[in-house]
Structures are given as structure tokens and as C-alpha cells.
């Protein structure tokens, strides 16, 4: 059975870019206000709340998020992203090295022979782990299920 996606990028960019510009609008901030406070240009800024760019790399969205006083946690869930860094607090040292085997066993640097850049390859690692997190939890209930027989 599978649970629910932890990464997704199922947001468009338009969604994302509408979404953005009205918590921005929310905080009072004007688009070179926050470009100024993000240190992004604000011709690029208006271009993601437009719709006419691409969601933002991780490191840009922390930036916005930074820079508009809000927690990143808050920008990336609007762009579609969760952080699957976040080790759950039953996390092992054992399921740690398991995780990193899992990554490097499964880890490919290409999709369908197109190389993949830096952002691609990090987008890749943290779903990986968010779906290692769930999968293993899920192992943890189905245990737990199975002595409560």
C-alpha cells in the first residue's frame, strides 16, 4: 500500500507564482520590497508570481522565505515540496545507514539519457528520503500490527 507523496511537483508554475504574491501581498510587501529583502532581482520575482518562470530552486525559496519573515517549512510546501531531510524522531542509527545505502543503490545522475543538473539530482535525494521515512514507518506499524494479534 502506498501512503501519500512527501515530494511533489505537482504545483504549477502559475499556481505556485499566485500563491506567492498573495502572501506577499498579505505581509504588505511590495514585489521590490521583497526582492530587496530576499536579495533576488524584482524583475524575477515578478516573473515566478506571473507564472513565467519556473519554481524557484530550494535555495531561492529560502531566500523568499527569509526575506518575506516566514518559515521556509510555509514556502515550500507552496511550491510543492515537503522536506524529506526531516528524519522522524524513531529514527535509528541503523535506519540512517540504511537510508544512505538506500540513496546510493538507487540514486541515478540521468532520467530517459538526459543528464540530470544539481537541482534535479537534490529534488531526487529528498523525495527519496521522504519515501524511505514512510516506507519504513509503515514497517514499523505493520510489525507493531502484527504482535498485537
Same mark, same amino acid.
Given at each position: 500500500?502506498?501512503?501519500?507523496?512527501?515530494?511533489?511537483?505537482?504545483?504549477?508554475?502559475?499556481?505556485?507564482? $499566485?500563491?506567492?504574491?498573495?502572501?506577499?501581498?498579505?505581509?504588505?510587501?511590495? %514585489? &521590490? @520590497?521583497? +526582492?530587496? @529583502?530576499?536579495?533576488?532581482?524584482?524583475?524575477?520575482?515578478? @516573473?515566478?508570481?506571473?507564472?513565467?518562470?519556473?519554481?524557484?530552486?530550494?535555495?531561492?525559496?529560502?531566500?523568499?522565505?527569509?526575506?518575506?519573515?516566514?518559515?521556509?517549512?510555509?514556502?515550500?510546501?507552496?511550491?510543492?515540496? $515537503?522536506?524529506?531531510?526531516? +528524519?522522524?524522531?524513531?529514527?535509528?542509527?541503523?535506519?540512517? +545507514?540504511?537510508?544512505?545505502?538506500?540513496?546510493?543503490?538507487?540514486?541515478?545522475?540521468?532520467?530517459?539519457?538526459? %543528464?540530470?543538473?544539481?537541482?534535479?539530482?537534490?529534488?531526487?535525494?529528498?523525495?527519496?528520503?521522504?519515501?524511505?521515512?514512510?516506507? &519504513?514507518?509503515?514497517?514499523?506499524?505493520?510489525?507493531?500490527?502484527?504482535?498485537?494479534?
Amino acid at each position: 500500500m502506498h501512503g501519500k507523496a512527501v515530494f511533489s511537483m505537482d504545483n504549477s508554475n502559475a499556481e505556485f507564482g $499566485s500563491k506567492l504574491k498573495e502572501l506577499r501581498n498579505k505581509k504588505g510587501f511590495t %514585489v &521590490r @520590497q521583497l +526582492a530587496l @529583502q530576499a536579495g533576488i532581482s524584482n524583475s524575477y520575482l515578478s @516573473q515566478v508570481e506571473n507564472g513565467k518562470r519556473s519554481i524557484p530552486k530550494p535555495a531561492t525559496l529560502e531566500k523568499i522565505a527569509k526575506g518575506m519573515h516566514v518559515p521556509k517549512e510555509d514556502i515550500f510546501l507552496m511550491a510543492g515540496i $515537503s522536506n524529506g531531510n526531516d +528524519a522522524p524522531e524513531w529514527a535509528t542509527e541503523k535506519d540512517f +545507514a540504511d537510508l544512505e545505502k538506500y540513496l546510493n543503490d538507487n540514486t541515478k545522475k540521468n532520467f530517459e539519457g538526459a %543528464v540530470l543538473d544539481d537541482e534535479a539530482i537534490q529534488a531526487t535525494l529528498g523525495f527519496l528520503r521522504g519515501y524511505f521515512w514512510q516506507r &519504513r514507518n509503515s514497517e514499523r506499524q505493520s510489525k507493531r500490527d502484527d504482535t498485537d494479534e
